[in-house]
Structures are given as structure tokens and as C-alpha cells.
């Protein structure tokens, strides 16, 4: 997905987040702000929007020496995620439709982002607590042109190695109940997670995925990448041969979606259309829950 000029106030909201978050000051903030203003004079609309976020980043570390100045939060995001993970696979032991229920989960699970929403406001133990509470929403915001389960279904029956790009900490915990899922219903597929390369954002690593139990139904790898969304130009060798082999992509939240829009292949974007950029690109509204092959992307 390319940048659209829309996309650049929320550059600057990144700034302030990251910024804040760290405890930068406000004189600090102003100077980063300057910079990505800058920044911003040289990168051009074709570019995609995880590299200026890439350049954020990699300025407040400069700036304040944190490598990962969101590691508070995504501890938090991922202890509260793992309180509700008994309640998930309740929901999904008990559904009639376990897979569909289990996506469903997963993709709501996209709420929990600290690159869209602001960490001061966005309470997680009270989203989560609604998400296991909105199945009937879920179900009511699942517009046929954008959620295609009868294909996603269909792709894994068929699907011997699956990729599943992840996204964010506490939202892999959803994750982690959608891949049991497939693991449980499909056996003889190989499941490969894969992870941010270093801190980015609320992103998760390695160790998150692991953490959160990921590791028990799949195998967890580092993408290599430093930036919020696989950028695969800056991904490990390793990271792009299982891209390009792999019979079935699942590519989780925002971020992913608009590295990799442009790319072909078995893909599958899994997300909630949660900024109006995407959606315009996406060509969906704001809430709209996406469950969409790359042919329709």
C-alpha cells in the first residue's frame, strides 16, 4: 500500500506516542517532530507506510537510548491477553463452527494496537473484555465482499505449509487460539509464525510469541525485519524463501497489510479495518472486519 498524504498526521501522532512513552520531553518531542517534518520532504507518496514508521523509531532510539520503549506495554498487553485465553478457547471449544469462531476471535484480536490507538486511552483489559462479548457484532460486521471464510476454509484443506505473519503483543494470544485451531482440525500442516526482527512499536519478537505460547503449536521465527510490517526488501534470506514457498500466507493486522498488499501470491490479509486510509484502500468501511485473499485485495 502507498502513503497517502492522510497517512502523515498519524506520523506525527507516533512521534508524540513513542515519545511520551519514554518519557522524552516535551522540548525533545518538538525536535523529533522537526525531523520527521524533514524526513517527510524526502519520502515520497509511493513509498509504503511502515518505512517512515521504521524512520520514527529508529529516531526516538537515538533520541533516548531505548531500544524498545514500548516493552512495558506489550508485557502488559500480553499478561492481560493470556487472563482471557481460557475464555477464548471455551468459546471456541463450544461453537458450532469452531474455525470460524476461532477467526473471528483472531481477527477481532486486531483491536489491540499501540500503533493506531493512543496507549494512554485505550484500556486493554476493557477491550478484551468486550471483544469475548461481540460475537454477534462480530458476526454483523462480516460484509461478504471482504470476508471470505468459504475461501480461507477452503486454502487450508488444501495447505500443507502455512505462514502466519504476526502483529501485535496481547493480540497474539488471539493468534495463538486461531492456530491451535488449525493445528487441531489440520494436522499434517506446518505452521511457521513469524515475528519482528528487533523491537518496532508494540510489535511482537520472538520472545512474545514464545511467551504467549505460540511455540507449542508452531514454529516461531524472527522476520528479520526492523520496521511495522514485513518489509521484505529488509527481511532475513530465511524469511523470504518460506514466504515464497509457503501454499498459504496469513498476514495479521494493519501493518502487514500495507507492506504487503502489492505482493502475489497465497495470501490471506486477516485484520479490523481500524484507520480511514486503509479502508479507503481496502475499499471497506471503518470496523469492518477483513478476511480477504490477495486476488481481492
Do not use: W
Not at 498519524?10 to 520531553?25: D, I, R, W
Not at 454477534?136 to 465482499?145: G, L, N
Not at 497465497?266 to 468501511?285: A, Q, T
Request: aromatic content about 8%.
Amino acid at each position: 500500500m502507498e502513503t497517502y498524504v492522510a497517512c502523515i498526521p498519524c506520523f506525527m501522532k507516533q512521534v508524540l506516542q513513542a515519545g511520551e512513552l519514554a518519557g522524552v520531553p516535551s522540548a525533545d518531542i518538538k525536535v523529533m517532530m522537526d525531523a520527521v517534518g524533514d524526513e517527510l520532504k524526502r519520502f515520497t507518496l509511493d513509498s509504503k507506510p511502515p518505512q517512515m514508521g521504521l524512520r520514527i523509531q529508529q529516531m526516538v532510539t537515538q533520541l533516548t537510548g531505548d531500544v524498545d520503549p514500548y516493552r512495558k506495554v506489550k508485557d502488559e498487553s500480553n499478561e492481560k491477553a493470556l487472563k482471557a485465553y481460557p475464555v477464548m478457547k471455551r468459546m471456541v471449544a463450544s461453537a458450532e463452527k469452531p474455525l470460524l469462531t476461532a477467526v473471528q476471535i483472531a481477527c477481532a484480536g486486531n483491536i489491540i494496537d499501540y500503533g493506531t490507538f493512543s496507549a494512554r486511552s485505550l484500556d486493554i483489559s476493557n477491550e478484551i473484555e468486550k471483544i469475548l462479548k461481540m460475537e454477534q457484532e462480530v458476526i454483523s460486521h462480516e460484509r461478504p465482499e471482504f470476508f471470505n471464510f468459504q475461501a480461507f476454509s477452503k486454502a487450508l484443506k488444501q495447505a500443507e505449509n502455512l505462514l502466519y505473519i504476526g502483529d501485535n503483543c496481547g493480540e497474539i494470544v488471539f493468534d495463538r487460539v486461531l492456530i491451535e485451531t488449525i493445528a487441531d482440525l489440520y494436522p499434517d500442516i506446518e505452521i511457521t509464525f513469524l515475528t519482528r526482527g528487533v523491537p518496532i512499536l508494540n510489535d511482537c519478537l520472538v520472545e512474545d510469541a514464545v511467551y504467549c505460547g505460540i511455540g507449542e503449536r508452531a514454529r516461531v521465527l524472527s522476520s528479520g525485519v526492523p520496521s511495522p510490517g514485513l518489509l521484505l526488501d529488509l527481511a532475513s534470506q530465511e524469511c523470504r524463501d518460506l514466504f515464497f514457498s509457503a501454499d498459504m500466507i496469513i498476514s495479521k493486522g494493519q501493518g502487514n497489510y500495507e507492506s504487503l498488499s502489492d505482493q502475489t501470491g497465497p495470501i490471506y490479509f486477516l485484520l479490523v479495518s481500524k484507520c480511514e486510509v486503509n479502508s479507503l484502500d481496502i475499499g471497506c468501511e471503518m470496523g469492518d472486519l477483513i478476511l480477504m485473499p490477495q486476488n481481492q485485495a
